[in-house]
Nanobody
């Protein structure tokens, strides 16, 4: 059963912006939630993570360009992407787990995954 549903992907030109949203149909107690991405021919990598208390973590490659936020009332997590570059092209996956310990974008291990939404940035 899929508990996470992404939306908001699409195609933009370099320098453009997109916001991805993830709606959770399950309540994750004391959660760590976030986003991963996988480009063709590359391994899946963490991008951003947010704890239930609002603490955020971003990988270096997106710091200053991406932000992550959550809306507890709507049980959603969003990834706001600015100044997008062709190297940001990837399938983006929402992910979640209930344990917030070690909630770091580059290293955490989710228990649940969304099905992904494609982001394509053209030069």
């Amino acid at each position: 059963q899929v508990h996470l549903v992404e939306s908001g992907g699409g195609s933009v030109q370099a320098g453009g912006s997109l916001t991805l949203s993830c709606a959770a149909s399950k309540f994750y107690h004391h959660h760590c939630m976030g986003w991963f991405r996988q480009a063709p021919g590359k391994e899946r990598e963490g991008v951003a993570a947010i704890r239930f208390d609002g603490s955020v973590s971003l990988v270096d490659s997106v710091k200053g360009r991406f932000t992550i936020s959550q809306d507890d009332s709507k049980n959603t997590v969003s990834l706001h992407m600015f100044r997008l570059q062709p190297e940001d092209t990837a399938m983006y996956y929402c992910a979640a787990r209930e344990n917030y310990f070690g909630c770091y974008a580059s290293s955490w291990t989710p228990t649940d995954w969304g099905q992904g939404t494609q982001v394509t940035v053209s030069s």
